[in-house]
């Protein structure tokens, strides 16, 4: 008896087998080799099983069943007047598809086009409570009148609350025309567009953070940017001039929504929510670029950047809360951002000798802010209350300076030494620390003595030392207030930090007319000598091992492993401010610490082999990808000593996601330049992760102090597919 997965299988054969025939017996065959041109087209049909329509599967392709093409290119190389025209296409019918289309003339002009489309995928049976759209959230009253009064009906409710998916798509299209009047001379003018439209999950929060609502964000994003550019270039050196300009725009400048539990304004509690989205924005660059030889052996290159950013989208009123009194008004009706930056390359090349080569470089990147600095006397905390104290908007910039001196001298044959000193200079405005300088000083080493063997290795160390560190308070113009705690002294933060810094790199490469093997390592290991709080160290490693071997003329095995190791140890210190009544609880008998450690393992085995005089050829692999987390966090006080709070210091649960993946591709030359592909392709992802397993719209069951929120159940979840296809190639 015939299965439904073979009727399924059986329809996928004859379907492509109809389309061979329809394309190889067919008069287009015979009027498209009389034309000058080339071209590839790819169709089939696939069958899918599995968990499929998972969101997860799905998150950033779209893999349908049925009938597909895969590709289409064609080439018109040679026409008349050596003019051109191609095309091609890619996963035409699907939502993940892209498009590119170019014409032109050979050595004077060229026209491309190019069009993307990218789904991004969150979630299919998000539970979504609230009714409304284009950025407005309601609730109907006796809904809210119901759960104000008795909020334990939530879960009844949220049981019947629609489902809904939860995504965007991104849609990209850029055309670019260049013009080449002669050798020398290159123009080039560029404009592209690209929308955003869907939703995706956003948190929301009222009332001194008592009501948490989860809300599905609106997303209508449009971005259109325009760029000009001109070259020229000679045996002495060229020139490089362009403009660059971006504008964005957001059609959704708002979100609103009501809050399930309060059917009206109240001092201490609103009966909605409002937060501004993404504001408007323009950003214009110009840039100026040249290299020039002085001699044979000396090369100069300079290039000089500004641009100018702007926003001055109007702020929303500090509440939408209308029983809140005493609300003082905004300094400013917007926010006027300008802000400009000034980008400077300098290299200077040259070769004194024939085996050495001397770098010198030097950058400069000014980031200039003139953004006013606004004085808020008070501001309102999550539509409920107004906690103080007057806080200022700080417009934060920086200026960093780099100068790198290198030499590299090839001794020998084939055999290169490398050193190099880079120092930095980084001046900040606003912030903890005004300058920091970091000296890096490294050394590379190339020794290739066989034809089959090579091996590279590199070290860096550096340094970085800020002049002076101290908590920048420039945002409480009157202080944080009596009855609060300023900065945690010892805590740096890791930007500003000192900070040693190590580098090494070894790369091994050997081959032989039968075999190859390479292997690399790599780590970098800061340590931030000065922190007492904050992070402590940041280290990585990184092995690598390919290998691949030619068992006999047609068949090649090959396998490669990754590994990468995450560390980080943090410290920190629970703290409780004074009060009227109480004085601080600031012991270091409080202090904890966090070791959180990643480790990822990558390997992939595979087999390449052919027959029948490479009419059949065979393609597989798998694939496997391991990743694992742990965070232990541990209390570095004792409990006997009175004040004693670190009582929640212990180790989380440990995270991890496994995806594994086999495909397996036979490929039958047939006649006429056509081909016959046979695929299969298999993934399985699992997943463990103590902060979303349990993630559900009603968390009370896990923490009673939700018993006031909504979340929208979002999930990753695991899948296993399996997608056979049979398809038909053809060149022509």
């Not at 026209?111 to 991004?120: L, N, V």
């Not at 400069?364 to 008070?378: A, C, G, I, K, Q």
């Not at 989380?652 to 490929?667: I, S």
């Not at 016959?676 to 298999?682: A, E, N, P, S, V």
Request: aromatic share 12%; proline share 5%; charged share 20%.
């Amino acid at each position: 008896m015939e299965t439904p997965a073979m009727k399924a299988l059986n329809r996928l054969i004859s379907h492509v087998i109809v389309a061979q025939v329809a394309l190889l017996s067919g008069p287009a065959l015979q009027a498209q080799e009389e034309k000058p041109a080339r071209g590839l087209v790819e169709i089939g049909v696939r069958q899918l099983a599995g968990d499929h329509g998972s969101s997860k599967f799905n998150e950033y392709h779209h893999i349908p069943a049925g009938f597909y093409l895969q590709q289409f290119e064609v080439y018109f190389n040679k026409l008349p007047g050596k003019f051109f025209l191609n095309a091609q296409t890619r996963e035409t019918l699907e939502k993940d598809q892209s498009y590119r289309f170019g014409l032109g003339q050979e050595g004077k002009y060229r026209f491309e086009f190019r069009w993307d489309r990218t789904p991004h995928v969150f979630a299919n049976g998000a539970r979504v409570f609230f009714g409304g759209s284009g950025g407005v959230y309601t609730i109907p009253g006796p809904t809210r009148s119901l759960l104000q009064s008795t909020p334990a009906n939530l879960p009844s409710l949220v049981d019947g609350a629609q489902l809904q998916g939860v995504s965007l798509a991104r849609n990209a299209g850029t055309g670019t025309f260049t013009y080449t009047p002669t050798a020398n001379w290159a123009v080039q003018l560029q404009y592209s567009n690209e929308q955003q439209a869907g939703v995706r999950p956003i948190g929301t929060t009222t009332n001194a953070f008592t009501n948490s609502i989860e809300l599905p964000e609106p997303v209508d994003y449009r971005t259109n940017q325009a760029k000009a550019s001109v070259e020229y270039g000679n045996d002495k050196g060229g020139f490089q001039s362009s403009y660059s300009g971006s504008l964005f725009r957001n059609r959704v400048g708002e979100l609103v929504w009501d809050n399930p539990f309060r059917t009206a304004d109240a001092a201490g509690g609103a009966s909605r929510g409002r937060i501004d989205l993404y504001p408007d924005n323009a950003a214009h660059a110009l840039s100026f670029a040249g290299a020039y030889n002085l001699a044979e052996s000396t090369r100069l290159m300079a290039s000089i950047s500004p641009g100018w950013m702007l926003q001055n989208d109007a702020f929303l009123p500090f509440t939408i809360n209308t029983a809140l009194a005493g609300v003082p008004a905004l300094p400013a009706a917007s926010l006027n951002g300008k802000k400009q930056r000034l980008s400077m390359n300098y290299t200077a090349t040259s070769n004194p000798l024939p085996a050495l080569t001397l770098t010198a470089r030097y950058r400069s990147y000014d980031y200039n802010n003139n953004t006013p600095s606004l004085v808020f006397s008070n501001y309102v905390r999550a539509d409920a209350d107004m906690p103080g104290p007057a806080r200022r908007s700080l417009p934060y910039a920086y200026n960093r300076q780099n100068l790198g001196l290198e030499a590299s001298w090839q001794f020998l044959n084939k055999h290169a030494l490398k050193a190099g000193y880079d120092m930095e200079r980084f001046d900040r405005e606003h912030r903890d620390t005004t300058r920091s300088n970091e000296h890096t000083g490294g050394v590379t080493l190339d020794i290739n003595p066989k034809k089959w063997l090579l091996v590279r290795t590199s070290y860096k160390h550096a340094r970085r030392e800020p002049r002076h560190y101290e908590a920048n308070e420039e945002s409480f113009p009157l202080g944080e207030g009596a009855l609060s705690l300023g900065e945690l002294p010892g805590l740096r933060k890791f930007d500003q930090a000192a900070r040693s810094r190590d580098r090494a790199e070894a790369l091994l490469q050997m081959d032989s007319d039968k075999w190859s093997l390479s292997g690399s390592y790599f780590t970098t290991q800061d340590r931030y000598t000065q922190s007492l709080y904050g992070l402590l160290n940041d280290v990585s490693y990184n092995y690598t091992v390919d290998v691949s071997y030619q068992l006999r003329h047609d068949v090649t095995l090959f396998a490669d492993y990754t590994r990468e190791r995450y560390r980080y140890n943090q410290r920190s210190r629970q703290r409780v401010p004074p009060t009227a009544t109480a004085p601080a609880n600031d012991s270091p008998n409080n202090d904890w610490e966090s070791f959180t450690r990643d480790v990822v393992h990558t390997g992939e085995v595979g087999i390449n082999a052919s027959a029948l005089r490479k009419k059949v050829t065979i393609d597989t692999f798998y694939s496997l990808t391991v990743a694992k987390g742990s965070i232990a966090t541990r209390a570095m006080g004792s409990s006997s000593i009175a004040g004693f709070l670190v009582t929640t210091a212990q180790d989380y649960p440990n995270t991890g996601n496994r995806f594994h993946q086999v495909t397996t591709t036979c490929r039958y030359q047939l006649p006429r330049s056509a081909a016959l592909k046979l695929d299969y392709r298999f993934e399985r992802y699992d997943r463990v992760d103590f902060q979303i397993d349990r993630m559900r719209p009603y968390m009370v069951p896990l923490d009673p102090s939700t018993n006031t929120s909504i979340y929208l159940g979002l999930d990753f979840p695991r899948y296993n597919v399996h997608i056979i296809s049979v398809a038909l190639e053809y060149r022509f």
